[in-house]
């Protein structure tokens, strides 16, 4: 069985930092692309990052360029999310995902039960 658990969720002051990490479990870590989401009410889901297997390239959404980096600790089964210089606008719930691709151009198979961040002003 896929399970995705995230955690290090949390309130932080704008301008702060937060390391997300998801643990993974179930299926060959190293040969699925892991992506982050986020969910804002009242907003549809978007896009944080995703890290590739085929060559360990990352991508990230227009909003978090210079201010996120994912990275992926195979001995752990982790993938981490560093988000620094955080705005209210990132405020949401995060989700990581197991793409069903070993590059970032799949779809999201399983997910994670998500971790709340919220970032005051």
């Known amino acids: 069985e896929v399970q995705l658990v995230e955690s290090g969720g949390g309130l932080v002051q704008a301008g702060g930092s937060l390391r997300l990490s998801c643990v993974a479990s179930?299926?060959?870590?190293?040969?699925?692309?892991i992506g982050w989401f986020r969910k804002a009410p009242g907003k549809e889901r978007e896009g944080v990052s995703c890290?590739?297997?085929?060559?360990?390239?990352?991508e990230y959404g227009d909003s978090m360029k210079g201010r996120f980096t994912v990275s992926s600790d195979n001995g752990k089964n982790t993938v981490y999310l560093q988000m620094d210089n955080l705005k209210p606008e990132d405020t949401a719930v995060y989700y990581c995902?197991?793409?069903?691709?070993?590059?970032?151009?799949?779809?999201?198979?399983?997910w994670g039960q998500g971790t709340q961040v919220t970032v005051s002003s």
């Open positions: 995902t197991v793409l069903d691709s070993i590059d970032c151009s799949g779809y999201g198979s399983s």
């Open positions: 179930g299926f060959t870590f190293d040969a699925y692309a």
């Open positions: 890290i590739s297997r085929s060559d360990g390239s990352t």
